[in-house]
Nanobody, 120 residues
Framework: QVQLVESGGGLVQAGGSLRLSCAASGLYFSSYNIGWFRQAAEKEREFVAGISGRTTYADSVKGRFTISGDNAKNTVYLQMNSLKPENTAVYYC????????????????WGKGTLVTVSS
């Protein structure tokens, strides 16, 4: 049974940093495309960053967010720096078995999310 468990969310002031973690069980993330997505209130879920041998970022987070993985811990991280109030959202980790797309419909497994709140 595949499980993705996110952690590390919380309340942070604008300009601050957080590191999110996504711990995987039931799969070896190195064999999957792993992505971070987010969904703000009353908005659609959107791609933030992904790792599949190489890293890919949404334009809005380039230079501020970094995705990385630890094979030994089967965990993927999202380091978020210079956070802005508009980054407030529930952040989800997702995995795709084989896809060149980072669209939400391409992902096979999802975590339950972790809430990030950035105060101004």
């Amino acid at each position: 049974q595949v499980q993705l468990v996110e952690s590390g969310g919380g309340l942070v002031q604008a300009g601050g940093s957080l590191r999110l973690s996504c711990a995987a069980s039931g799969l070896y993330f190195s064999s999957y495309n792993i992505g971070w997505f987010r969904q703000a209130a009353e908005k659609e879920r959107e791609f933030v960053a992904g790792i599949s041998g190489r890293t890919t970022y949404a334009d809005s987070v380039k230079g501020r967010f970094t995705i990385s993985g630890d094979n030994a811990k089967n965990t993927v991280y999202l380091q978020m720096n210079s956070l802005k109030p508009e980054n407030t959202a529930v952040y989800y980790c997702a995995a795709a078995t084989a896809s060149s797309s980072w669209h939400t419909t391409a992902m096979n497994y999802w975590g339950k999310g972790t809430l990030v709140t950035v105060s101004s």
